[in-house]
């Protein structure tokens, strides 16, 4: 995983290693040649080299299946990566979500428990 925030911040600052990372987390495991072809305008050398700055990151992991390299995401590496900055900033928005919660919960209409509507339900069965 990169040293600081500034490293991750510039692999991520790519939108085409953001894209494989996208593709990774939404598919799993990808081929080079699966990555490849989602990028019709860059040749498989240029994906490969994206990959290799991913995977010195720590942020992508490969295993070889016969001629070919598997890529898949590490998830955990890359919460790694962000917790610290993130960290920074959370009093913000911690802050907003809770203020959010309870305008939500001054304006929700009064709940009526799953299991009342069920039995009404059954109730009103022959």
């Given at each position: ?18 894209r494989i990372l996208d593709l990774l987390a939404e598919r ?22 994206h990959l290799m700055s991913l995977r010195a990151a720590g942020l992508v992991s490969a295993t070889r299946r016969g ?60």
């Open positions: 995983m990169p040293g600081n925030s500034d490293t991750l911040f510039r692999i991520l600052g790519d939108s085409t290693r953001r799993g495991p990808l081929t080079v040649g699966q990555l490849a072809a989602e990028f019709p305008d860059l040749v498989a050398s240029g994906i490969s080299k001629r070919e390299q598997i890529y898949q995401l590490d998830p955990d590496a890359l919460a790694a990566g962000l917790a610290p900055w993130i960290a920074k900033y959370e009093r913000y928005w911690s802050a907003a979500l809770e203020r959010l919660r309870d305008v939500a919960q001054q304006h929700e209409p009064r709940q009526i428990p799953a299991s009342h509507h069920t039995l009404r339900r059954r109730k009103r069965r022959p």
